[in-house]
């Protein structure tokens, strides 16, 4: 028999993120726990903060790509994805799941909303700051393993992060012999780029009161913070604002 979502209370707040834009941050001030990779936190019995822990495996970003993401098959692979998180909160007796993992939101978007309760945070952040966080890991791990390894962290980075330039439903084209003269930091603006006209595509499907539109610059202040907490309905963690996450 097959399950109708829509029948089911569960509320799903999901994250439409870049990265880098404190999606960890979040986990944790609404959390009410100090951030830890791949954990869970229950800020109360029917509410759940997930960040890493149940984002997309790179198999599925991989067949994601090859459909359009609204079309059937499209949103059967996102169904599939949902129907494992829907099984695990229901045996929990989870009824309201706040995920911040930006890989999620991205690929799994066009599917919530189309059939669960939800609210989408759009989040943002300076587009140099997004860039230069990532250039800096990777200099960092180039660092401790080697320019080999880097590059083939990068290889698979552009593959996984999000629809890359030889994608077939990217919206954002570049000649292939430019990419390949492009630096890290070039690289990355595009990637910045692609994602906020992926959300500017998305965006008139949504219910107008079912997203709230927020920056990493915002949601560090006690006002932004608040903001937020207003529209998802979720009292945050005073102490630990000026706790640093995932840097």
Not at 61 to 70: A, C, D, G, N
Not at 193 to 198: G, I, Q, R, T
Request: net charge positive; charged share 30%; with cysteine.
């Amino acid at each position: 028999m097959a399950l109708n979502y829509k029948k089911f209370d569960l509320e799903i707040i999901f994250v439409f993120s870049i990265g880098r834009s404190g999606t960890a941050y979040l986990a944790q001030v609404f959390g009410h726990k100090p951030w830890k990779q791949k954990d869970i936190a229950f800020p109360d019995k029917r509410t759940a903060v997930v960040h890493e822990k149940w984002g997309m495996q790179q198999k599925l970003v991989e067949q994601l790509k090859l459909v359009k993401p609204t079309s059937d098959a499209g949103l059967e692979i996102q169904k599939e994805k949902l129907k494992s998180i829907f099984r695990i909160c229901k045996t929990k007796g989870i009824e309201r799941l706040f995920i911040t993992d930006s890989t999620f939101g991205r690929w799994c978007a066009y599917y919530i909303i189309q059939n669960y309760n939800y609210k989408v945070i759009f989040l943002g952040r300076n587009k140099n700051d997004v860039v230069n966080s990532w250039v800096n890991r990777y200099k960092n791990y180039k660092k401790n393993h080697g320019k080999k390894a880097t590059n083939e962290l990068l290889s698979d980075r552009w593959k996984y992060m999000y629809y890359n330039i030889t994608d077939k439903y990217t919206l954002l084209h570049v000649d292939k012999s430019k990419w390949k003269k492009y630096s890290i930091k070039e690289k990355m603006g595009w990637y910045y780029d692609e994602f906020l006209a992926k959300w500017n595509e998305l965006k008139p499907s949504i219910e107008k009161e079912k997203y709230f539109e927020t920056s990493y610059e915002e949601i560090i202040t006690i006002q932004g913070l608040t903001d937020l907490s207003k529209f998802i309905d979720m009292s945050f963690d005073y102490d630990l604002i000026n706790k640093k996450v995932n840097y």
